[in-house]
């Protein structure tokens, strides 16, 4: 009983669903008949002859509810009365239909019998063209179903009125009033447009999942066989009556014999037998089988006979056709019943509510409908002449929306060929509010709205989409649930793109990202506050631009030098740092990548950036031992910004890195800097018993009788720890303190004799020459005064005009007490 019950409920929600036949839920209107070339006029003629039923308690848009409902309207879809009449006006199309051709040619006025007939059957088709004044329809620009008078009426005026009412004429009394002229009969032809209820009819049945497919298709090729050889047994018939009877043996049927018997005076034998004799000669005339004692006597049948035979020839290859496509099968209708079957019964196993329903079979009829603007049509085609249409077709709309003003064209290039064109149905919701997104829509034709839902499952605002707006891009962006449902007030076609291809562009072309969110910071209407959508902008911005520091900082490290131009191309800025405040040129600099290092300074990167830890990129160069990328930045203008230089030192001394300490020293840092104590890096090497760290910074020139805050020296440090090999070297660099000489004289003498043992290297070039502009130079004893070293080394290098030398930071050498043990020194004129 229940499973009764269900089925009852079941056929009565698909009648609900028609069209107008009683069976809308499983029919579709064919339009293959009808596709026009232009893109525009397909989208036009989806939305003109496909059949949707929104439901009347459905809200599809606030106009509705202004509009309000007209009243003295019949609706096709849910009146059962009208759709009783349909019934029976297309009995009525089917006898007028086949009467017709019958009227013309076995009757000369009709008999009082079928007079009557004929006029009941005009009356019936009267009060029909009268009803489609009142009969709703759907609207082809807001797809809404039309329920005023006015509107209504204009329509049936211009589509088939003047036919219609043709067609109710009573042509018989007419022909009857005028004396019997022949002409007026041909006007009975007109009725003949009331065939197209039948033709509905046969689509309707043939798309009806209920009733088997072969059945129908040959019921509808007999029909079509048969409705055509009686048009022309009719005619046959009417080409032999129109001649004088005293001529009646120069006819077909006159001059008839079969066996004994004759068809003289035919005009006297039996209708029904003149009907069957006449059926006889179209069938065979059709099938071509050939005349026998049938056959055309006098021109005009000649002349019919020709044209019906090659007529005959095309009706003959679409019979044979058909019946071919019912045997292979895998015809699209065939596919489209299947589907439909397929998905009914799903539906009816899970007892799914009826506006999914009617969603999942409306949509499954709009993709029949549509399958020749689809995505399927060009599956076969490779990707990149697909690339090219999608340029053809949504370039220029893609270009003319405002989220992407502004982007550059491989952008929107980028964007245009991963497009996939989509129809959506009125009623249908694309995205609901609290809902995961992950798929970006552009509308470009037809009409949304976006609704505010509250917390009890009110409405409470709403925003209407119109071509060109874009819906999604909130969530995409931000990563939060969709803010507002989506919902289809007209139909419409929307371009859609899947969130992972958008992001994925967009990590390639983040310099449109952020032109994105900036356009997306200045429209009008947002959905949220002003502010808040502002803030979130700006914390999407800067976490968009902390994750491009990382990425250009990663290309550094690992010496990617072409991803590198890749994305400072595509808009990166190189002076961005990462969290730790490091630049790519820190991370190039100490991974040795001479490579980028020039690159990211031709770029105008600040060759004097710190980071969090005041390091600069010289001094990692420094700390790792790439001499070579050391040079290039102090060329460049790079020099050693160490804070607490004294600490630094004695960290460095502490820890014994004696090679780091001696390119330290090398630069330039004063080797007397002092710590938080006064203590200089000698301090600590004295104290640690670190020889060579000392050594290294007595050769750089460090004092042994600098005092800490305790008033200690390195000297006296030595002596604490009992380090002889220490006390002796630092013994032997005090004299060469002036505070502990007793006078001048003297202590200048040592100094002399000191430098005696001082060697330096000379070059003749200048310190920031170019390598190919590079010479040998000259090892020389460091002499009492800076114009012996300059004439000694002129001398050697054959060199004229010098007048100064330059240390490797291009400092100028004043005083040979200045120059250290193995010094590079740079010869060059006041001038230069």
């Given at each position: 009983?229940?499973?009764?019950?269900?089925?009852?409920?079941?056929?009565?929600?698909?009648?609900?669903?028609?069209?107008?036949?009683?069976?809308?839920?499983?029919?579709?209107?064919?339009?293959?008949?009808?596709?026009?070339s232009?893109?525009?006029?397909?989208?036009?003629?989806?939305?003109?002859?496909?059949?949707?039923?929104?439901?009347?308690?459905?809200?599809?848009s606030?106009?509705?509810?202004?509009?309000?409902?007209?009243?003295?309207?019949?609706d096709?879809?849910?009146?059962r009365?009208?759709?009783?009449?349909?019934?029976?006006?297309?009995?009525?199309?089917?006898?007028?239909?086949?009467?017709?051709?019958?009227?013309?040619?076995?009757f000369?006025?009709?008999p009082?019998?079928?007079?009557?007939?004929?006029?009941?059957?005009?009356?019936?088709?009267?009060?029909?063209?009268?009803?489609?004044?009142?009969?709703?329809?759907?609207?082809t620009?807001?797809?809404?179903?039309?329920k005023?008078?006015t509107p209504?009426?204009?329509?049936?005026?211009?589509?088939?009125?003047?036919?219609?009412?043709?067609g109710?004429?009573?042509?018989?009394?007419?022909?009857?009033?005028?004396?019997?002229?022949?002409?007026?009969?041909?006007?009975?032809?007109?009725?003949?447009?009331?065939?197209?209820?039948?033709?509905?009819?046969?689509?309707?049945?043939?798309?009806?999942?209920?009733?088997?497919?072969l059945?129908?298709?040959i019921?509808?090729l007999?029909?079509v066989e048969?409705?055509?050889?009686?048009?022309?047994?009719?005619?046959f018939?009417?080409?032999a009556?129109?001649?004088?009877?005293?001529?009646?043996?120069?006819?077909?049927?006159?001059?008839?014999?079969?066996?004994?018997?004759?068809y003289?005076?035919?005009?006297?034998?039996?209708?029904?037998?003149?009907?069957?004799?006449?059926?006889?000669?179209?069938?065979?005339?059709?099938?071509?089988?050939?005349?026998?004692?049938?056959?055309?006597?006098?021109?005009?049948?000649?002349?019919?006979v020709?044209?019906?035979?090659?007529?005959?020839?095309i009706?003959?290859?679409?019979?044979?056709?058909?019946?071919t496509?019912?045997?292979?099968?895998?015809?699209?209708?065939e596919?489209?019943?299947?589907?439909?079957?397929d998905?009914?019964?799903?539906?009816?196993?899970?007892?799914?509510?009826?506006?999914?329903?009617?969603?999942?079979?409306g949509?499954?009829?709009?993709?029949?409908?549509?399958?020749?603007?689809?995505a399927v049509?060009?599956?076969?085609?490779?990707?990149?002449?697909?690339a090219?249409?999608?340029?053809?077709?949504?370039?220029?709309?893609?270009?003319s929306?405002?989220?992407?003003?502004?982007?550059?064209?491989?952008?929107?290039?980028?964007?245009?060929?991963?497009?996939?064109?989509e129809?959506?149905?009125?009623?249908?919701?694309?995205?609901?509010?609290?809902?995961?997104?992950d798929?970006?829509?552009?509308?470009?034709?037809g009409?949304?709205?976006?609704?505010?839902?509250?917390?009890?499952?009110?409405?409470?605002?709403?925003?209407?989409?119109?071509?060109?707006?874009?819906?999604?891009?909130?969530?995409?962006?931000?990563?939060?649930?969709?803010?507002?449902?989506?919902?289809?007030?007209?139909?419409?076609?929307?371009?859609?793109?899947?969130?992972?291809?958008?992001s994925?562009?967009?990590e390639?072309?983040?310099?449109?990202?952020?032109?994105?969110?900036?356009?997306?910071?200045?429209?009008?209407?947002s959905?949220?506050?002003?502010?808040?959508?502002?803030?979130?902008i700006?914390?999407?911005?800067?976490?968009?631009?902390?994750?491009?520091?990382?990425?250009?900082?990663?290309?550094s490290?690992?010496?990617?030098?072409?991803?590198?131009?890749?994305?400072?191309?595509?808009g990166?800025?190189?002076?961005?740092t990462d969290?730790?405040?490091?630049?790519?040129?820190?991370?190039?600099?100490?991974?040795?990548?001479?490579?980028?290092v020039?690159f990211?300074?031709?770029?105008?990167?600040?060759?004097?950036?710190?980071?969090?830890?005041g390091?600069?990129?010289?001094?990692?160069?420094?700390?790792?031992?790439?001499?070579?990328?050391?040079?290039?930045?102090?060329?460049?203008?790079?020099?050693?910004?160490?804070?607490?230089?004294?600490?630094?030192l004695?960290?460095?001394?502490?820890?014994?890195d004696?090679?780091?300490l001696?390119?330290?020293?090398?630069?330039?840092?004063?080797?007397?800097?002092?710590?938080?104590?006064?203590?200089?890096?000698?301090?600590?090497?004295?104290s640690?018993?670190?020889?060579?760290m000392a050594?290294?910074l007595?050769?750089?020139?460090?004092?042994?009788?600098?005092?800490?805050r305790?008033?200690?020296?390195?000297?006296?440090?030595?002596r604490?720890?009992?380090?002889?090999?220490?006390?002796?070297?630092?013994?032997a660099?005090?004299?060469?303190?002036?505070?502990?000489?007793?006078?001048?004289p003297?202590?200048?003498?040592?100094?002399t004799?000191?430098?005696?043992?001082?060697?330096?290297?000379?070059f003749?070039?200048?310190?920031?020459?170019?390598?190919?502009?590079r010479?040998?130079?000259?090892?020389?004893?460091?002499?009492?005064?800076?114009?012996?070293?300059?004439?000694?080394a002129s001398?050697q290098?054959?060199?004229?005009?010098?007048?100064?030398?330059?240390?490797?930071?291009?400092?100028?050498?004043?005083?040979?007490?200045?120059?250290?043990?193995?010094q590079k020194?740079?010869m060059?004129?006041?001038?230069?």
């Open positions: 009983m229940g499973r009764k019950n269900r089925g009852k409920e079941e056929e009565e929600e698909e009648g609900g669903s028609s069209n107008g036949s009683g069976d809308g839920e499983y029919e579709v209107d064919d339009l293959r008949d009808k596709i026009q232009s893109r525009g006029s397909r989208f036009a003629l989806i939305k003109s002859q496909f059949g949707y039923e929104a439901g009347n308690n459905r809200r599809l606030r106009e509705n509810l202004i509009k309000g409902v007209s009243h003295g309207y019949i096709p879809q849910t009146n009365w009208y759709r009783a009449w349909e019934k029976f006006i297309l009995i009525w199309a089917l006898y007028s239909s086949c009467f017709t051709p019958l009227e013309f040619g076995f000369r006025g009709l009082k019998k079928l007079f009557v007939l004929d006029i009941v059957g005009q009356v019936a088709f009267f009060i029909d063209i009268i009803l489609h004044f009142f009969v709703a329809y759907l609207d620009e807001t797809y809404v179903l039309v005023k008078r209504i009426a204009i329509r049936y005026m211009r589509s088939h009125f003047i036919i219609d009412l043709l109710c004429m009573p042509w018989d009394i007419i022909y009857k009033a005028a004396g019997g002229k022949e002409w007026i009969r041909y006007l009975l032809w007109i009725r003949l447009s009331r065939v197209r209820k039948l033709t509905k009819f046969f689509q309707n049945m043939e798309k009806d999942i209920r009733i088997n497919y059945f129908t298709r019921i509808k007999i029909a048969l409705y055509c050889t009686h048009t022309a047994a009719c005619i018939y009417y080409l009556t129109t001649i004088p009877e005293e001529k009646e043996g120069y006819t077909w049927i006159g001059s008839l014999q079969l066996g004994d018997y004759h003289s005076h035919f005009r006297e034998i039996d209708l029904w037998k003149r009907y069957i004799t006449s059926m006889y000669f179209a069938i065979v005339t059709m099938a071509t089988v050939g005349y026998g004692d049938i056959h055309a006597v006098n021109v005009r049948e000649m002349i019919f020709m044209i019906y035979v090659s007529f005959d020839m009706l003959g290859a679409y019979l044979i056709g058909n019946m496509a019912l045997i292979v099968k895998g015809s699209k209708t596919r489209y019943r299947d589907k439909m079957t998905l009914l019964k799903y539906m009816n196993r899970n007892r799914l509510g009826k506006d999914i329903r009617n969603q999942i079979k949509h499954l009829r709009l993709q029949y409908e549509r399958s020749y603007t689809d049509v060009l599956q076969d085609i490779p990707v990149s002449i697909r090219k249409i999608s340029q053809r077709l949504y370039r220029d709309f893609i270009e929306i405002d989220l992407f003003d502004g982007c550059s064209a491989e952008f929107i290039n980028q964007i245009v060929i991963r497009l996939h064109e129809f959506f149905l009125p009623g249908e919701v694309i995205m609901e509010q609290g809902n995961a997104v798929q970006l829509y552009f509308v470009k034709e009409s949304l709205e976006e609704i505010s839902t509250a917390k009890d499952g009110s409405e409470e605002s709403s925003t209407d989409l119109k071509p060109g707006a874009v819906f999604g891009i909130i969530a995409i962006l931000f990563n939060i649930p969709q803010p507002k449902t989506v919902r289809v007030c007209e139909l419409c076609v929307l371009l859609r793109i899947d969130k992972q291809s958008f994925n562009i967009l390639v072309y983040f310099h449109d990202g952020r032109r994105i969110l900036s356009n997306l910071s200045e429209g009008k209407d959905v949220f506050g002003k502010k808040q959508l502002e803030t979130d700006g914390f999407h911005i800067t976490k968009q631009e902390a994750e491009l520091a990382l990425r250009v900082n990663s290309a490290y690992y010496g990617d030098l072409q991803q590198l131009k890749d994305l400072i191309r595509a990166a800025d190189p002076n961005k969290y730790d405040g490091r630049s790519p040129l820190h991370l190039a600099a100490s991974r040795g990548y001479e490579d980028i020039q990211l300074i031709q770029e105008g990167m600040n060759v004097n950036i710190a980071d969090n830890f390091n600069t990129p010289l001094l990692e160069a420094i700390k790792n031992g790439h001499e070579n990328i050391a040079t290039l930045l102090v060329n460049k203008g790079a020099s050693l910004q160490i804070e607490n230089a004294g600490n630094y004695c960290m460095v001394v502490l820890k014994g004696a090679d780091f001696r390119r330290l020293l090398s630069r330039g840092i004063d080797p007397n800097s002092k710590d938080y104590d006064e203590r200089t890096p000698l301090h600590v090497a004295a640690q018993g670190f020889y060579i050594k290294i007595l050769d750089a020139g460090a004092s042994v009788l600098s005092k800490d305790w008033g200690n020296t390195p000297l006296d440090e030595a604490i720890t009992r380090n002889k090999k220490m006390v002796s070297l630092l013994e660099a005090k004299p060469l303190e002036t505070s502990e000489l007793p006078d001048a003297d202590r200048s003498q040592e100094i004799d000191k430098r005696r043992r001082i060697k330096c290297t000379v003749p070039f200048h310190p920031w020459e170019s390598k190919d502009a010479k040998v130079g000259i090892v020389l004893w460091v002499p009492s005064s800076m114009e012996d070293l300059i004439r000694e001398e290098l054959n060199v004229s005009s010098c007048s100064c030398l330059l240390t490797e930071d291009g400092g100028k050498i004043v005083d040979v007490n200045m120059i250290s043990d193995g020194l740079f060059m004129r006041e001038t230069d």
